[in-house]
């Protein structure tokens, strides 16, 4: 088994450009979450999805949206990227959110905004 | 939801060493969870600890949890140059979301 898969693992972006960080789970768990990690800032979640079809906010969703396409994928979009979005973003999947199963995490996402 | 707060920020042994760090929080939990981060990789699930359970094993690592302190310790006994990495807790709640703090940074020495 894979576990998570992010893509891509590298990106640079101008300022104003949007993209989509893809993200699959092949453990068929239903909760799905996005997280960013800036040094010296540990990780904080951006959004969520508890369940196919859910999603919620997290700390941080400003400038951020997401969507679960399916119980497998589950992606995060910046419609206009800004600087402060540089950062590495991590997708992690767990089997339900409301009992704290534990987490599973993908490799990262290391997004460089110019 | 609420964040662990990890204590030291960074930890520097030598090989052979153990190597404590600590976590504490501010509400209650049903459990604490605790990963590993190596550089530039995702974290990996170490331990679970339950609200009702005071100490737990797994190999070379130690968790305990003091409930009325609110805080738990991570001990890696004998540590190795390979247990180098970060390490965040995570407290978890009802809300079911975790949210990690900055983590311990631990460095061993060969």
Redesign the interface.
Known sequence: NAG?TQTPKFQVLKTGQSMTLQCAQDMNHN?M?W?RQDP??????IY?S?SEGTTDK??VPNGYNVSRLNKREFSLRLESAAPSQTSVY?C?SSE?????E???????TQLSVL | SQQGEEDPQALSIQEGENATMNCSYKTSINNLQWYRQNSGRGLVHLILIRSNEREKHSGRLRVTLDTSKKSSSLLITASRAADTASYFCAPGSNTGKLIFGQGTTLQVKP
């Open positions: 998570v909760s979450y997280y010296g800032m540990g990780l904080r979640l969520y508890a997290g700390e991590f992690a339900q959110v409301q009992v704290n534990k987490l599973f995490f993908g490799s990262g």
